[in-house]
């Protein structure tokens, strides 16, 4: 069971009409299974963050973080057009 407080969570993947979202806890890592329409609409698609209100260890609030979300998706992309780019100048040699 998730302890109650706010985490940052990332919504892992979305199956069956069920959200399964990584919690990321001061010393533990859970995860939680809830119904998609419990997420705001626009947090309804993988890699989304939101912040995360546990109550009881039930969700009683979940807020989209947009910048958050662009900001990791970003950093993603650029780390991958690195590892691309040292990739294909590796293959010139």
């Known amino acids: 069971m998730i302890p109650d407080g706010t985490y940052m969570a ?39 963050i939101v912040e995360l209100e546990v109550d009881d260890g039930e969700p009683v609030e979940i807020r989209y973080q947009e910048q958050e979300t662009a900001r990791r998706k970003e950093e993603a992309q650029s780390r991958f057009d690195r590892l691309s780019k040292r990739r294909s100048d590796n293959d010139e040699e």
């Open 10 to 48: 990332v919504v892992d993947r979305i199956e069956d009409e069920l959200a399964t979202l990584e919690v990321q806890g001061d010393d533990e890592r859970y995860s939680l299974v809830i119904d998609e329409t419990t997420l705001p609409a626009d947090a309804r698609h993988a890699d989304a």
